[in-house]
């Protein structure tokens, strides 16, 4: 099951980055993601959230997705003008129509059935990935709907959607990593 989009409505969203964006996490994570991010034209940002990101993906072509009307309103406000309600497990979109898709904050709310559906399709709409993804050496947990993967499965994830892991940014000296996924390396 997908995040609830209530979660993300009303006063949650137009409030979610006051509460983060202060955050060595959050700034840690701008940070790898701009590391990662190659030259490219297009770009998908899915969760697109607030719209985080946009001053990163300068001069390329921008597609948001969120589940959240109330998140597509906030990076609205910031100058995103591509952007859908959908649903990561479907994406609309024609195989390979981006260069580049950028998932952060998304993949542990996933079970873990439904996150290999989501870098399933994110693989086909999108030649790297740069996704977000808490991961443990040995073995899953899951502490309400916050999993954490295991390594292994997360591998066999990647490797079943056809992508190798180019390049990873551990931001917390443990289970949680950025990392840049490509259909065939080097990454551009």
């Given at each position: 099951?997908?995040t609830?989009?209530l979660?993300?409505m ?10 983060r ?10 940070d ?9 034209e ?7 959230g ?13 597609t ?7 998140m ?15 649903d ?8 390979g129509r ?6 952060m904050r998304?993949?542990?709310w996933?079970t873990?059935?439904d996150?290999?559906?989501a870098v399933?399709?994110l693989?086909?709409?999108a ?13 899953p947990?899951c ?12 591998r066999?994830i ?12 551990n931001?917390?000296?443990g289970?949680y990593?950025i ?9 551009a």
């Amino acid at each position: 099951m997908l995040t609830d989009p209530l979660r993300y409505m009303g006063k949650k969203a137009s409030q979610y980055e006051a509460k983060r964006s202060h955050t060595r996490k959050w700034r840690l994570e701008h940070d790898a993601v701009a590391s990662l991010l190659p030259d490219a034209e297009s770009v998908l940002d899915v969760p697109v959230g607030t719209g985080r990101f946009f001053p990163l993906y300068d001069g390329m072509r921008v597609t948001g997705v969120d589940i959240s009307p109330d998140m597509l309103a906030e990076a609205r406000k910031r100058g995103f003008k591509d952007l859908h309600l959908g649903d990561i497990r479907d994406m609309r979109f024609a195989d390979g129509r981006f260069d580049v898709a950028v998932c952060m904050r998304l993949l542990n709310w996933l079970t873990p059935s439904d996150m290999a559906q989501a870098v399933k399709e994110l693989s086909r709409v999108a030649s790297i990935l740069i996704v977000g993804l808490r991961a443990h050496r040995d073995y899953p947990t899951c502490k309400g709907r916050l999993w954490v993967h295991s390594l292994a499965y997360c591998r066999e994830i990647i490797a079943d959607s056809g992508l190798l892991i180019d390049r990873d940014v551990n931001l917390r000296g443990g289970t949680y990593s950025i990392y840049r996924l490509c259909h065939k390396p080097p990454c551009a």
